[in-house]
């Protein structure tokens, strides 16, 4: 009998031992929690792509494991120690060409088009001026927004070289912080001060020009206008102002209000196909800061949390059916 109740401890020690070690669902709010653990991208299941500015990378986040899925910092390109540079502060980071891709801006001053496969540079300028936004147009040309040069900027693509030394169109553009691909309407749209702008594109891909075809002013008290991104599965984009968060019906061409947990300060807000909540970045690392350690959602409840980090900008790993074709290939 002695033996028996031996033997059934052990398996029972055994058994406890076995379940201590099992992996637990993520815990998005836990306090903290500065482990990095990881997964390979094509078995991540729900994707993030974050700017992080604590290391100057770009982190892919599987949000239901809370894992790493892909990073990047600009010295896996290959680039010198000066052109690394251009890529601290990182403040975009786009999936693009049926998410092969990521197009990635830094307040460095760096724009730069990278291949998830192996993370080379297929495309790399310094616009300067504080890039915060870019957008790969329909003849593969690539557009930049500088918020303090005031400038959008159009680069032609080159196939052959990656650096691309000056671009060949710029636009004055107060605070431009933002820029989106509409392909329904074969436009570019970007949001300045307290206006959304309605921009035309030639199409010349050698001699590429912009020029506005119509402003929409928002409501009173927006001074300066922030994120611009395209609402999964609807005709609209969300508006993000330092005062205010609006959804711009493209159709109507109206701003509609939008119910969010924190109407100032959002600086980036991406949706995702059903499924998949609205994701939202704001400041919360106190007064004077940008950043976040965390991610939301419209409610404000925690989705991703990670002590260290310092978060700018949030986007969900998906396709873009409002810019881009359904197969988009470089």
Not at 251 to 263: C, D, M, P, R, W
């Amino acid at each position: 009998m002695k033996k028996y109740l031996w033997i059934l401890a052990a398996v029972c020690f055994l058994q406890g031992c076995s379940k201590d070690e099992e992996e637990g669902p993520y815990v998005p709010w836990r306090p903290g929690d500065d482990k990095e653990e990881t997964i390979d991208l094509d078995k991540a299941t729900k994707v993030m792509i974050l700017t992080e500015q604590a290391k100057n990378r770009i982190v892919m986040i599987d949000q239901p494991t809370g894992k790493i899925a892909w990073e990047w910092t600009a010295a896996d390109s290959g680039l010198s120690t000066g052109e690394q540079a251009w890529f601290n502060t990182p403040d975009e980071a786009k999936p693009v060409y049926n998410r092969t891709c990521v197009l990635v801006t830094a307040s460095g001053g760096g724009v730069g088009l990278i291949r998830i496969a192996d993370k080379k540079m297929l495309f790399y300028a310094k616009p300067g001026g504080n890039p915060h936004s870019a957008e790969v147009l329909p003849d593969k040309n690539i557009v930049v927004a500088s918020s303090t040069g005031n400038l959008l900027s159009v680069y032609v693509y080159d196939a052959v070289s990656s650096y691309v030394s000056k671009p060949a169109f710029t636009m004055p553009v107060y605070s431009a912080h933002n820029v989106v691909w509409d392909r329904k309407r074969d436009c570019l749209w970007t949001a300045t001060g307290s206006q959304l702008l309605k921009l035309s594109y030639n199409g010349n891909r050698a001699a590429p020009e912009l020029s506005q075809v119509k402003s929409y002013d928002m409501a009173a008290g927006n001074t300066m206008a922030h994120d611009l991104a395209p609402v999964y599965g609807e005709d609209a984009m969300y508006v993000s102002s330092v005062e205010h968060v609006y959804k711009f019906d493209c159709a109507t061409e109206k701003f509609l209000g939008v119910e969010i947990f924190q109407q100032k300060d959002i600086k980036s807000i991406s949706t995702g196909p059903e499924g998949y909540p609205t994701i939202v970045m704001r400041p919360t690392s106190g007064s004077g800061n940008w950043w976040s350690a965390e991610v939301c959602d419209l409610k404000g409840n925690r989705l991703f949390n990670r002590a260290g980090y310092q978060i700018y900008k949030t986007r969900w790993y998906v396709e873009n059916p409002f810019g881009y074709p359904e197969v988009h290939t470089l």
